[in-house]
């Protein structure tokens, strides 16, 4: 069962379900409006012993960052381990953030304290316990994903980075960065976050685990790269920033531990691949 149905990773989610002949039932706000207080019924009528449970339904910073969103956000959460206290299911996966480490300093791990620095990275921490306390006490095993920046075709949230730089270059001939573009990030593919999470899938693997490419690169390079693969010169402004340039980036040893196998897209391929989507054909 899929909680989410139109963001950026339920729908490639629910493509590589499909691809995989995986049979599934998606549950978007349409269905089940996971706010109301009759969605836990709704829930329990449809969840089965044998079900994963996927919950990926959220309200995200573009829908707003303010106290009404977060406290829909944790009643979501609310009403899924309500739903669970009657029903149990043989597995939970619940997508989180990297806005749960908030400011902490680079390279962050799956052992660095959590400790958010806006209210997105608190509903993120306080429905990760939410759902950790409802397994726990339902026996259900539980994995938490935290995602850093995620890009790729279909992306729903326009975020600054590779997204809205390939939007912009594709569509505006140009792409606009803070400064000069220094702050360093780490990007991570789109179709590595939906076949990682069918590998811990099959697994029913538990624990937490940020998912992250470990390829942590500038915003100038990222833009300079996007006009590489464009075969165009692609101007870049430099606008005004607003604060102090931050560096981010991730040890992402504890994925290579429990993924050997998996080798990350590489920024360049996924622009590519990206970029292929994006652009319209000659």
């Excluded at 538990?206 to 470990?214: E, P």
């Excluded at 102090?244 to 196998?261: I, V």
Aim: hydrophobic share 40%; net charge neutral; aromatic share 6%.
């Amino acid at each position: 069962m899929l909680l989410g149905a139109n963001g950026f990773v339920p729908r490639a989610l629910r493509i590589r379900l499909k691809t995989g002949g995986i049979p599934h039932l998606v549950i978007g706000s349409n269905d089940v409006d996971l706010v109301d207080s009759a969605s836990p019924a709704r829930l329990v009528a449809q969840l089965k012993a044998d079900d994963v449970l996927v919950m990926c339904a959220a309200l995200t910073p573009e829908k707003g960052r303010d106290p009404a969103t977060l406290a829909k956000n944790l009643r979501m959460a609310e009403h899924v381990a309500l739903a669970l206290s009657r029903q149990r299911c043989a597995h939970i996966i619940y997508f989180s953030s990297d806005a749960v480490y908030g400011s902490a300093p680079s390279p962050i791990s799956e052992a660095t304290p959590a400790a958010p620095s806006d209210l997105y990275g608190v509903m993120h921490l306080a429905r990760e316990l939410i759902m950790i306390q409802s397994a726990q006490t339902a026996g259900i095993p539980f994995c938490v994903l935290r995602p850093c920046a995620i890009y790729g075709a279909g992306d729903t949230h326009n975020s600054y980075g590779p997204n809205r730089f390939v939007r912009s270059a594709v569509a505006d001939r140009k792409i606009r960065i803070f400064g000069v573009g220094e702050e360093t990030r780490d990007h991570v593919y789109i179709d590595d976050v939906t076949k990682l999470t069918l590998d811990i899938i099959a697994r029913r693997s538990t624990g937490t685990l940020n998912l992250v490419s470990g390829q942590p690169t500038t915003f100038a390079a990222l833009a300079v790269e996007i006009g590489r693969i464009l075969q165009s010169e692609v101007p870049i402004e430099a606008t005004a920033r607003t604060g102090e340039p931050t560096h981010r980036w991730f040890d992402e040893s504890a994925l290579r531990h429990a993924f050997p196998a998996h080798r990350s897209t590489t920024l360049s391929a996924g622009l590519t691949a990206m970029i292929a989507s994006s652009t319209p054909a000659q």
